[in-house]
């Protein structure tokens, strides 16, 4: 097989790996080991050395380099403000923790040398964000044992990959037939000129980006490029020392103030997907599984602790004196599962530290496997029977995701939000964002289509999604992308201009239109001319008859069942509600005051009314950026 086919052969089986992935949301770190497994030790379809020879380790590590880029880029420390206490013992204290157990449990236990064992020890606290988001998404946790799971897995990404970096040049060093003083000085010597080179690449990017230098549609072969050489040059003072340096980069890009940060974030998404699928199919292609069958029972006992000990008794260690109940540890303790960077870093350094002489180093690259389709698997199955067993489900109302802020869905969130169920607005345009400013809406500035939104929303807090932007396409495409995140009846959007369209467009597009036939125009020109977002409660005495007949011109919305059932208005002509169901309507603003009187002169129950208009909450000084959840930074205000 040529290397083209075999380029074109990885990047099918790993495109498809991820799309299948997406499809059943399972992690994609599965699907991708078994289709490299198949390809290669299976079916010797595809023995990358022999395709690739000498240059598969180049490649390999340029793609990792890319990977690290990408988790530093992540890795955004103005999040650290925000996060519990939880989370920063277990990043700050857990993580060298279970280094530090990691390494002595692989030399005492595992049999391996002092330097495969500090190496593999590093890799190990690695608890990727693209393995654990998934599985918490299935379990659907109560907030605070997901959102301490899902913080530890983003934050630890990089700083695991820094750990291994530094034990492998410790390794590399020591394996060196200098003095030790020699030794510990030239590995603070890389270590320095890695982080320099680093901070000045991103120092330089940066301000080439913001000085315009540099224009869009050169930004991406740039990073790139600077990327690579980042990598390369600290190389040629210390073995491996530049993927430090390009961790360092992107932790430097990813905190600051750049406006164009979002396209290098996107570009990072989309590089990344294929260096990833690329490089583990790769690694996964040359595992021997005569090796995996060979394990001595040191090696096996090793992996066990490694999941049964080292981590649960590091968070256990972490988090005393941190009020969270027993059943909460546990479950933190417990779900570790190791991911794609575990893996590539494994194969990376097993192979290095083989050339220089440390033979069961060859040992990491089937470990980490191990550990990986071990801990995935076990975690996986276990994860919702144990959030069961403690109590951890959560049960909480789901929420309504709306993308899109203008006057009608700053009512129609206030209007929600009356009813005890949670709302989130989000939109990619800051300025949009501030007419939520003084109302109690809590919101998200970013993209929502991005990788980025991904990590940091909680999709399990909601359980539909609106589309209520003033871009018809834009819509369609929100719908469509989450669609299989929702399901098809969750997903809504405003529909065409002029309220345009019919059902071929909703099949096709994906989405219901939103309160039938209800446009962007309409919708906030009915704002502007005084109508409100109100809820109505029926009941015997007053029926849905009685309400289509005294407010004739409402736009219904929705309705909401005393169970939390939440119906929306698709379909004007098929749609009814019955005793206790409570409407939410866009009715004109005198609507209110002749339905009060014909609610008086029946002496009956009267329905709950809550009216929100626009512009009526202003409170002093208040600012919904206290509540907006960071997607990105607002840009600088002169």
């Given at each position: 097989m040529?290397?083209?086919?075999?380029?074109?052969l990885?990047?099918?089986?790993?495109?498809?790996?991820?799309w299948?992935?997406?499809r059943?949301?399972?992690?994609a770190?599965?699907?991708?080991?078994l289709?490299?497994?198949?390809?290669?030790?299976?079916?010797g379809?595809?023995?990358?050395?022999s395709v690739?020879?000498?240059l598969l380790?180049?490649?390999?590590?340029v793609?990792?380099?890319?990977i690290l880029?990408e988790?530093g880029l992540?890795l955004?420390l103005?999040?650290?403000?925000?996060?519990?206490?939880?989370?920063?013992?277990l990043?700050f204290f857990?993580g060298p923790?279970?280094?530090?157990?990691a390494?002595l449990?692989g030399?005492y236990?595992?049999g391996?040398?002092?330097?495969s064992?500090s190496?593999l020890g590093g890799?190990?606290?690695?608890t990727g964000?693209?393995v654990?988001i998934?599985?918490l998404?299935?379990?659907?946790?109560k907030?605070?044992?997901?959102?301490i799971?899902r913080?530890?897995a983003?934050?630890?990404d990089?700083?695991?990959?820094l750990?291994a970096v530094?034990?492998f040049?410790?390794?590399?060093?020591?394996n060196?037939?200098h003095?030790?003083?020699m030794?510990?000085g030239?590995m603070?010597l890389g270590?320095?000129v890695?982080s320099?080179v680093g901070?000045a690449?991103?120092?330089?990017l940066i301000?080439?980006?913001?000085?315009?230098?540099?224009p869009?549609?050169?930004?991406?072969?740039?990073?790139i490029?600077?990327?690579?050489?980042t990598y390369?040059?600290?190389?040629?003072l210390?073995h491996?020392?530049g993927?430090?340096?390009?961790?360092?980069?992107?932790?430097v890009i990813?905190?600051?103030s750049l406006?164009?940060?979002?396209?290098i974030r996107r570009f990072?998404?989309n590089?990344?997907?294929l260096?990833v699928?690329?490089v583990?199919?790769?690694?996964?292609?040359?595992?021997?599984l005569?090796t995996l069958?060979?394990?001595?029972t040191r090696?096996?006992?090793?992996?066990a602790?490694v999941?049964?000990?080292v981590r649960p008794l590091?968070?256990?260690i972490?988090?005393?004196k941190v009020?969270?109940?027993?059943?909460e540890?546990l479950?933190?303790?417990?779900?570790?599962?190791r991911?794609?960077?575990a893996?590539a870093?494994?194969?990376?350094?097993?192979?290095?530290?083989v050339?220089i002489?440390?033979?069961?180093?060859?040992?990491l690259?089937?470990?980490?496997f191990?550990?990986v389709?071990v801990?995935?698997l076990?975690?996986?199955?276990?994860?919702?029977?144990?959030a069961?067993?403690f109590n951890?489900q959560?049960?909480d109302?789901?929420?309504?995701?709306?993308i899109g802020?203008?006057?009608f869905?700053?009512?129609?969130a206030?209007a929600i939000?009356?009813?005890?169920?949670p709302?989130?607005?989000a939109?990619?345009?800051y300025n949009?964002l501030?007419q939520?400013?003084?109302?109690d809406i809590p919101t998200?500035?970013?993209?929502?289509?991005?990788e980025?939104?991904?990590?940091?929303?909680e999709?399990?807090?909601?359980?539909?999604m609106?589309?209520l932007?003033?871009?018809d396409?834009y819509?369609a495409?929100l719908?469509?992308h989450?669609?299989?995140?929702?399901?098809h009846h969750q997903?809504?959007r405003?529909?065409?201009g002029?309220?345009?369209?019919?059902?071929?467009l909703?099949?096709?597009?994906?989405?219901?239109f939103?309160a039938k036939e209800l446009d962007?125009e309409?919708a906030?020109?009915?704002?502007?001319?005084?109508?409100c977002?109100?809820l109505?409660?029926l009941?015997e005495s007053?029926?849905?008859?009685?309400?289509?007949?005294?407010n004739?011109?409402?736009?219904?919305?929705?309705?909401?069942?005393?169970d939390g059932?939440?119906?929306v208005m698709h379909?004007?002509?098929?749609?009814d509600?019955?005793?206790?169901?409570?409407?939410?309507a866009l009715?004109?603003?005198?609507t209110h005051?002749?339905?009060?009187e014909?609610h008086?002169?029946?002496q009956?129950?009267?329905?709950t009314?809550?009216?929100?208009d626009?512009?009526?909450?202003?409170?002093d000084?208040?600012d919904?950026r206290g509540?907006?959840?960071p997607g990105?930074k607002p840009?600088?205000q002169g």
């Open positions: 040529t290397p083209v086919l075999v380029f074109c990885i990047a099918a089986l790993g495109i498809g790996a991820q299948l992935a997406w059943w949301k399972v992690p770190i599965v699907l991708l080991l289709s490299g497994v198949l390809i290669g030790p299976v079916t379809v595809l023995d990358p050395r690739f020879g000498e380790e180049p490649l390999i590590a793609a990792v380099a890319m880029f988790g992540t955004n103005t999040r650290l403000k925000g996060a519990e206490l939880a989370v920063k013992r990043v857990g923790l279970v280094w530090l157990l390494t449990s030399h236990i595992g391996l040398t002092w330097a064992a190496v890799i190990l606290i690695v964000p693209t654990i998934p599985l998404r299935q379990a659907s946790l907030r605070r044992p997901g959102e799971l913080w530890e983003i934050l630890n990089p700083v695991g990959a750990a530094l034990a040049e410790l390794a590399i060093v020591l060196s037939s003095s030790l003083s030794t510990l030239h603070a270590v320095a890695a320099a901070l690449t991103a120092w330089g301000r080439a980006i913001k000085g315009g230098h540099i869009e549609f050169l930004k991406v072969p740039v990073i490029f600077f990327v690579m050489a390369a040059l600290p190389n040629a210390l491996e020392s993927l430090l340096a390009v961790t360092v980069m992107g932790v990813g905190n600051s406006s164009s940060l979002d396209e990072k998404e590089i990344t997907v260096l699928s690329g583990f199919i790769l690694l996964a292609a040359q595992v021997d005569g069958a060979t394990l001595t090696e096996i006992l090793f992996v602790v999941l049964l000990l590091a968070v256990f972490s988090l005393i009020d969270l109940p027993f059943g540890k479950m933190v303790g417990w779900i570790g599962p991911g794609v960077v893996v870093i494994a194969g990376l350094f097993g192979a290095r530290l050339d002489g440390i033979e069961d180093a060859a040992l690259s089937p470990l980490a191990a550990i389709a801990t995935v076990l975690h996986g199955f276990s994860l919702q029977p144990l069961r067993r951890l959560s049960t109302t789901k929420g309504l995701l709306i802020a203008n006057p869905t700053v009512a129609l206030e939000q009356s009813t005890g169920r709302v989130l607005i939109d990619r345009n949009h501030r939520v400013r003084g109302r998200y500035y970013g993209e929502v289509l991005t980025e939104a991904e990590l940091t929303l999709f399990s807090r909601f359980d539909s609106v589309a932007t003033d871009n396409d819509n495409l719908c469509m989450y669609a299989p995140e929702f399901g997903v809504y405003f529909a065409p002029g309220g345009a369209g019919g059902d071929h909703e099949q096709t597009l994906g989405g219901r939103f962007f309409q906030t020109n009915y704002i502007r001319e005084g109508w977002v109100r109505t409660r009941s007053y029926s849905f008859e009685d309400y289509r007949r005294d004739p011109h409402a736009r219904v919305i929705s309705t909401y069942s005393e059932e939440v119906r379909k004007d002509e098929s749609f509600a019955g005793d206790g169901e409570t409407l939410l009715v004109p603003d005198d005051r002749d339905k009060a014909r008086a002169r029946r009956e129950q009267q329905p009314d809550v009216s929100v626009d512009g009526a909450h202003d409170d000084d208040g919904s509540n907006t959840t990105r840009p600088e």
